[in-house]
C-alpha cells in the first residue's frame, strides 16, 4: 500500500508539473507565437492594418490586437507600460527616455519608413499648387478667404480640418509648419482621418491635413494615383508657388525630398526579452514587411526596394 501511495503521489506531483509547464507555454508568448496588444498613430491605420493581416498569415499562433489612438494618448499608454509596442510618427522624448531607464528599460526605436501629409482639397476647388508659407498663413489666421489666395476664387471662408486635436498631424504642423506661432481659433478637430476625408469631400471651401496613406488610391499599384474624392494639392518650398517648384506626395517625391511635408515613422519596442512585440518589429523591419509598406504609397527605408520614379507634369 506505502508502494502504491507513492506511485499516486508521484503520478499526481507529475500531472501537476505539466499542467504548470503547459500554463506556462501559453503565457510566454516567442516572436511568431503568442498574443500581444500594440498601439498604432490612428493616421498610421492602413499601413498597420495591412502588417498585421500579412504577419498573422504568416504566422497562424499570433495574434497581434492593435489599438488605433491619437498620438498623444498612444505615448501614454507605451510609458504606463499597459503596451510595448507603439508605431508613431516620433522617437521618445529626451524625458521619456529617461523614464526608462530609470526603471531600467532601454526601448528600441527603429525608424521603419518616411510618409508625408497631404494637404487636400475639395475636387470643386479649381486651385491645385500651395506653398508652405500659404499653409503657414492660413493656419495661424493670416489669410482666411480663398479669394486671398486666388483672388478669381467664389468659394469664401477657408474651412480647415484636421483628425484630432491630440494626433501627430497637429504636433507636426505646430513643430514644422507654423513653428510655434499659435494656430488659429477658426481650425476644425475632426475624429480621425476617414472623417477628415468625407468632410473635405462634401464641402467646397475646405482644406485638410492629412496622411498620405489615407489618400492614396490602393487600387493603384503603381502608387502614383489619388482618391478621386479628393484633390490632393502640389505643394512647394517656396514662398511663391509655381508648377515647376511644386509637388505631390507621391513616393519618388518623398525619397528625393522635394515634398516638403515629410516625417519619419518609428517602431517602438520596450518590451525586455524577445517576445512576439520583438517579432512583429522585426517583420515590418524585414523585406516583406517593407513591401507592404511600399504598396501602402509611403516610402519604406530599412530594405533595398525599388521606388516607382514618377513624371511630374502640370496639373490645372
Known amino acids: 500500500m506505502k508502494t502504491l501511495r507513492t506511485i499516486i503521489g508521484l503520478s499526481v506531483c507529475l500531472v501537476l508539473i505539466l499542467s504548470c509547464n503547459q500554463t506556462g507555454s501559453t503565457e510566454t508568448d516567442t516572436p511568431t507565437n503568442g498574443q500581444i496588444k500594440m498601439v498604432s498613430d490612428e493616421t498610421l491605420l492602413p499601413i498597420c492594418d495591412n502588417e498585421i493581416q500579412v504577419f498573422q498569415g504568416l504566422y497562424a499562433y ?72 500659404t499653409i503657414k498663413d492660413i493656419l495661424t489666421g493670416k489669410i482666411q478667404q480663398w479669394n486671398q489666395i486666388n483672388k478669381k476664387s467664389k468659394l469664401g471662408k477657408i474651412q480647415v480640418v484636421f483628425d484630432n486635436q491630440t494626433s501627430s498631424t497637429v504636433r507636426y504642423v505646430v513643430d514644422s509648419i507654423t513653428k510655434g506661432t499659435p494656430l488659429s481659433t477658426g481650425l476644425s478637430a475632426m ?38 474624392k479628393v484633390r490632393v494639392a502640389l505643394v512647394s518650398k517656396e514662398k511663391i508657388a509655381t508648377y515647376d517648384n511644386s509637388f505631390k506626395p507621391y513616393q519618388a517625391c518623398v525619397a528625393k525630398k522635394i515634398y516638403p511635408l515629410i516625417r519619419s515613422i518609428y517602431i517602438i519596442n520596450t518590451e525586455p526579452r524577445q517576445g ?41
Open 62 to 133: 499570433a495574434k497581434v490586437t492593435p489599438i488605433y489612438l491619437p498620438e498623444k494618448e498612444a505615448f501614454k499608454l507605451l510609458i504606463s507600460d499597459s503596451v510595448r509596442l507603439i508605431l508613431a510618427t516620433r522617437k521618445l522624448s529626451k524625458s521619456e527616455e529617461d523614464f526608462f531607464a530609470a526603471k531600467k528599460f532601454f526601448p528600441r526605436q527603429r525608424e521603419v519608413a518616411r510618409d508625408a501629409l497631404a494637404i487636400i482639397f475639395n475636387p470643386q476647388n479649381n486651385d491645385s499648387i500651395i506653398s508652405v508659407e
Open 191 to 228: 475624429d480621425y482621418n476617414k472623417d477628415v476625408i468625407d468632410y473635405v469631400s462634401r464641402n467646397s471651401n475646405s482644406m485638410g491635413i492629412i496622411g498620405v496613406n489615407w489618400v492614396s488610391d490602393k487600387t493603384d499599384s503603381t502608387n502614383v494615383s489619388f482618391l478621386k
Open 276 to 316: 512576439l512585440a520583438s517579432g512583429f518589429a522585426a517583420f515590418i523591419a524585414s523585406y516583406r514587411g517593407q513591401l507592404i509598406i511600399l504598396k501602402s504609397g509611403i516610402l519604406p527605408v530599412t530594405q533595398p526596394v525599388n521606388v516607382r520614379s514618377v513624371q511630374i507634369s502640370n496639373e490645372f
